[in-house]
């Protein structure tokens, strides 16, 4: 207590409460909850795995990078090929490259742009030739991938699934030759909208004996898919459709067909002078390839393991005709519906007819017989579901087969379910001897066709049959193989191992002094539900944690529960990461936050609220500028009212009762320094003995109240 004058003046102490946010790691808490929030993945595809090329299949692929480019001509040498089957391309590094060299964080922004092969070309040539792979990137140089033929695009998010970080497929390593033959068939699929155009097959290259003039047409029905996700993500190779076109180089033994006429007694006459003439067999050939499949049933980051379901692709092989806007239309699924019969080849058989006249063998007429044989065969195949398991290290490669299903089976059912048809055309008959003897044409033709239906289907079989197996068991075969699918076979491979994390987020409640007793409610919000809170905790208290939405924002608060006033506090906020690294901060008791992206690695985040007791320290001086007083006379007080922090003051109440024999002459007057305020600016009137005014005063600030007063004249009153 200080007397100035007479009169009574207070030094004021004011504590006010205050939140300040400090944020610390749970690190325990953080290591058993970030598990929970890690996806274990793996990268699979199924499609081919070539670890070397041999010279049989160097043009084979050849063959096939033709086909499915359309108007370029490709003859890499076997040493060619095995350059590019020997290399592997980081995923990670060929993602940077395609983004010009800036590191993604969410490969779909590279995936989904659309870019041409020859691109692709270019940022796969740029990572080899970094990584000291020039050989294969030579190789990759000389392909015509950047020509008029090849000028449409590609998304690679339609060949590579990635549900995995980017940090994640730094370990994963594709391929050369399987990323190229998936980008090429992915091309197919979006460029190559209607009939293919055939290629001309070098059957002497290839070793097919036995044909000529062999033309093929492929086209991708769809694309394969490389996966890189967790369990549950499905995979797949292409689906593929092939068509062949060609002629056998031995037809079918017209003498042994005219032998089976030669002699015959039909009707009662008999035929002679047998003469049969064949065109070359035609063959038309088709191949359904239904994609290869699979999904990741399990994965052990621990042990290191991955386990997949799947299975070959559905094959359907059909020997006759289909309508190309049929068979590559992609939209159709094809069944033996759309197959009809197709002319293999057409005789032309002429006989001379006799008959016994008067007991004397007599010519009678020559009759000349066109005829059609015509084919139809189809053979279906449907592999089972099976499981791979895989262990490191990776990329590691299987093989399944479909048990009895294979191309010589598939061969053997399509001979055995052949459809041989022979029709006749019109014939020509011409009389001779002018004998005019009634002769039943219709009849006889019938006769001749049913006597030679059997020694054609006989020779057909042994002609078509090891066609068949050198077209599908070889071209067809190795062809698909190429792509990572054989009648009854497909490969399927484990290209690594990783995980995803989600982050976790935790709201904790700190106070200061840990001894205060406030308790508080905390809640985490996302997208207007509360998925995290707390109730009534004190220093500590917190919610549970939190698996968040990779990049989803999240709305952190408290509140006051029953019995708590958060006026008295002053609150700020901080998020530390698991390495104790701030995230961010910031004043207040409530503030949003972004959850981060998927990482490869867990990502534990902890927000603390702060709150801490306001604490401030008012001090009061008042004075009128002078010694003395006289008793009648006036003066004017000024109350200093200062704010000593740390912490701003609000709603402070200054209260000053004037001394005996001193009354207010006029109201008293009251402002502040910038950032404070006085709750009224003006009060009291005359006569009136005490001055009485709230604040608000920020730390540093001050309020000044002028008090004007009469002193009185009366010694009595003091």
Same mark, same amino acid.
């Given at each position: 207590?200080?007397n100035?004058?007479?009169?009574?003046?207070?030094?004021l102490r004011w504590?006010?409460w205050?939140?300040?946010?400090?944020?610390?790691?749970?690190?325990c808490?953080?290591?058993?909850?970030?598990?929970s929030?890690?996806?274990?993945?793996?990268?699979?595809?199924?499609?081919?795995r070539?670890a070397s090329?041999d010279?049989?299949?160097?043009?084979?692929?050849n063959?096939?990078?033709?086909?499915?480019?359309?108007?370029?001509?490709?003859?890499?040498?076997v040493?060619d090929?095995n350059?590019l089957?020997g290399a592997?391309i980081n995923?990670?590094?060929l993602?940077?490259?395609?983004?010009?060299?800036?590191?993604?964080?969410?490969?779909?922004?590279?995936l989904?742009?659309s870019?041409?092969l020859?691109q692709?070309?270019?940022?796969?040539?740029?990572?080899?030739?970094?990584?000291?792979?020039?050989?294969?990137?030579?190789?990759?140089?000389?392909?015509p991938l950047?020509v008029a033929?090849?000028?449409?695009?590609?998304?690679l998010?339609?060949l590579?699934?990635?549900?995995l970080?980017t940090?994640?497929?730094?370990?994963?390593?594709l391929?050369v030759?399987?990323?190229?033959?998936?980008?090429?068939?992915?091309?197919n +699929?979006? @460029?190559?909208? #209607?009939?293919? !155009?055939p290629?001309?097959?070098n059957? *002497?290259? %290839?070793g097919?004996?036995? $044909?000529?003039n062999?033309?093929?047409?492929l086209?991708?029905?769809?694309?394969?898919?490389y996966?890189?996700?967790?369990?549950g993500?499905?995979?797949?190779s292409?689906a593929?459709?092939?068509?062949?076109?060609l002629?056998?180089?031995?037809g079918?033994?017209?003498g042994?067909l005219?032998?089976?006429l030669?002699?015959?007694?039909?009707?009662?006459?008999?035929?002679?002078?047998?003469?049969i003439?064949?065109s070359v067999?035609?063959?038309?050939?088709?191949a359904?390839?239904a994609?290869?499949?699979?999904?990741?049933?399990?994965i052990?980051?621990v042990?290191?393991?991955?386990?997949?379901?799947?299975r070959p692709?559905?094959v359907n092989?059909?020997v006759?005709?289909?309508?190309?806007?049929? +068979?590559? @239309?992609?939209? #159709?699924?094809? !069944?033996?519906t759309a197959?009809?019969? *197709?002319? %293999?080849t057409?005789?032309? $058989?002429?006989?001379?007819?006799?008959a016994?006249?008067?007991?004397i063998l007599?010519?009678i007429?020559?009759?000349?017989?066109?005829?059609?044989?015509?084919?139809?065969s189809?053979?279906?195949a449907?592999?089972?579901?099976?499981?791979?398991?895989?262990?490191?290290?990776?990329p590691?490669?299987?093989?399944?087969?479909?048990?009895?299903v294979?191309?010589?089976?598939?061969?053997?059912t399509?001979v055995?379910?052949?459809?041989?048809?022979?029709?006749s055309?019109?014939p020509?008959?011409?009389?001779?001897?002018?004998?005019?003897?009634?002769?039943?044409?219709?009849d006889l033709v019938n006769?001749i066709?049913?006597?030679?239906?059997t020694?054609?289907?006989?020779q057909?079989?042994?002609?078509?049959?090891?066609?068949?197996?050198?077209?599908?068991?070889?071209?067809?075969?190795?062809l698909?193989? %190429?792509?990572?699918?054989?009648?009854?076979?497909?490969?399927?491979?484990?290209e690594?191992?990783t995980?995803?994390?989600?982050?976790t987020l935790?709201l904790?409640?700190?106070l200061q002094p840990t001894?205060?007793?406030?308790r508080?409610?905390?809640?985490?919000?996302?997208?207007?539900?509360?998925?995290?809170?707390a109730s009534?905790?004190g220093?500590?208290g917190?919610t549970?944690?939190?698996?968040t939405?990779?990049?989803g924002?999240?709305?952190?608060?408290?509140?006051?529960?029953?019995?708590?006033?958060?006026?008295?506090?002053?609150?700020?906020?901080?998020?530390?990461?698991q390495?104790?690294a701030?995230?961010?901060?910031?004043?207040?008791?409530?503030?949003?936050?972004?959850?981060?992206?998927?990482?490869?690695?867990?990502?534990?985040?902890?927000c603390?609220i702060?709150?801490?007791?306001?604490?401030?320290d008012?001090s009061?001086?008042?004075s009128?500028?002078?010694?003395?007083y006289?008793p009648?006379?006036?003066a004017?007080?000024?109350?200093?009212?200062?704010n000593?922090?740390?912490?701003?003051?609000?709603?402070?109440?200054?209260?000053?009762?004037?001394?005996?024999g001193?009354?207010?002459r006029g109201a008293?007057?009251c402002?502040a320094?910038?950032?404070s305020?006085?709750?009224v600016?003006?009060?009291?009137a005359?006569?009136?003995?005490?001055?009485?005014?709230g604040?608000?005063?920020?730390n540093?600030?001050?309020?000044?109240?002028s008090?004007p007063?009469?002193?009185?004249?009366?010694?009595?009153?003091?």
């Amino acid at each position: 207590m200080v007397n100035v004058k007479g009169v009574k003046v207070s030094s004021l102490r004011w504590q006010a409460w205050v939140l300040i946010a400090i944020l610390a790691v749970l690190s325990c808490l953080g290591r058993a909850q970030a598990q929970s929030a890690c996806t274990a993945g793996a990268c699979v595809s199924a499609g081919p795995r070539l670890a070397s090329v041999d010279s049989t299949q160097s043009p084979v692929l050849n063959l096939l990078f033709g086909a499915l480019l359309p108007g370029t001509t490709v003859n890499l040498s076997v040493a060619d090929w095995n350059n590019l089957a020997g290399a592997r391309i980081n995923l990670n590094a060929l993602l940077t490259q395609l983004n010009g060299g800036v590191v993604v964080s969410d490969p779909s922004q590279v995936l989904n742009a659309s870019i041409t092969l020859g691109q692709l070309r270019a940022a796969m040539v740029q990572v080899l030739q970094a990584d000291g792979q020039t050989a294969a990137a030579n190789v990759l140089n000389a392909l015509p991938l950047g020509v008029a033929g090849t000028s449409g695009s590609i998304r690679l998010a339609d060949l590579l699934q990635i549900a995995l970080p980017t940090g994640s497929l730094a370990t994963v390593n594709l391929n050369v030759l399987d990323l190229l033959t998936g980008g090429v068939q992915l091309y197919n +699929f979006r @460029n190559v909208l #209607t009939t293919p !155009t055939p290629i001309t097959v070098n059957t *002497a290259a %290839l070793g097919l004996n036995g $044909v000529a003039n062999v033309r093929l047409w492929l086209q991708v029905v769809e694309p394969p898919v490389y996966t890189c996700g967790a369990v549950g993500a499905a995979f797949h190779s292409a689906a593929i459709r092939i068509k062949l076109d060609l002629d056998l180089v031995q037809g079918l033994n017209t003498g042994t067909l005219s032998a089976a006429l030669s002699g015959l007694n039909l009707l009662g006459v008999s035929l002679s002078n047998t003469s049969i003439s064949a065109s070359v067999l035609h063959l038309q050939v088709y191949a359904d390839v239904a994609r290869a499949e699979g999904s990741i049933s399990a994965i052990n980051l621990v042990g290191n393991a991955v386990t997949l379901q799947a299975r070959p692709g559905l094959v359907n092989l059909y020997v006759g005709q289909i309508s190309d806007a049929t +068979f590559f @239309n992609r939209s #159709t699924v094809l !069944t033996s519906t759309a197959l009809s019969a *197709a002319t %293999l080849t057409s005789l032309s $058989v002429s006989v001379r007819v006799s008959a016994n006249v008067l007991g004397i063998l007599t010519p009678i007429a020559d009759v000349t017989v066109p005829l059609t044989v015509t084919i139809r065969s189809y053979a279906t195949a449907t592999p089972g579901l099976q499981s791979a398991s895989f262990t490191g290290p990776y990329p590691q490669t299987r093989t399944l087969t479909a048990g009895t299903v294979s191309a010589a089976t598939m061969v053997s059912t399509l001979v055995n379910s052949l459809s041989i048809q022979v029709t006749s055309g019109n014939p020509t008959v011409t009389l001779l001897a002018g004998i005019a003897l009634p002769l039943p044409v219709a009849d006889l033709v019938n006769g001749i066709v049913n006597a030679l239906l059997t020694p054609i289907r006989t020779q057909v079989n042994a002609l078509v049959t090891p066609v068949l197996t050198a077209l599908l068991g070889g071209l067809v075969d190795n062809l698909l193989a %190429l792509l990572g699918i054989r009648i009854g076979q497909a490969v399927f491979t484990v290209e690594g191992v990783t995980q995803a994390c989600a982050a976790t987020l935790q709201l904790v409640k700190d106070l200061q002094p840990t001894s205060d007793t406030g308790r508080f409610n905390l809640s985490i919000t996302y997208n207007g539900s509360t998925v995290g809170s707390a109730s009534n905790v004190g220093n500590n208290g917190a919610t549970a944690a939190v698996i968040t939405v990779p990049g989803g924002s999240y709305a952190l608060a408290e509140a006051a529960a029953a019995g708590t006033t958060l006026t008295r506090y002053a609150s700020s906020w901080q998020c530390l990461d698991q390495n104790n690294a701030v995230v961010s901060s910031g004043t207040g008791g409530s503030f949003t936050l972004q959850a981060p992206a998927m990482t490869a690695t867990a990502v534990t985040l902890v927000c603390r609220i702060t709150n801490r007791t306001r604490q401030a320290d008012l001090s009061i001086t008042k004075s009128d500028g002078s010694g003395s007083y006289t008793p009648g006379g006036t003066a004017t007080y000024t109350l200093l009212v200062s704010n000593g922090g740390p912490d701003a003051v609000t709603n402070a109440v200054v209260t000053d009762t004037l001394p005996n024999g001193t009354t207010l002459r006029g109201a008293w007057t009251c402002s502040a320094s910038t950032g404070s305020a006085c709750a009224v600016a003006t009060g009291g009137a005359v006569g009136d003995g005490a001055v009485n005014v709230g604040v608000n005063l920020i730390n540093g600030g001050q309020a000044t109240i002028s008090v004007p007063v009469s002193f009185s004249s009366n010694p009595g009153a003091y």
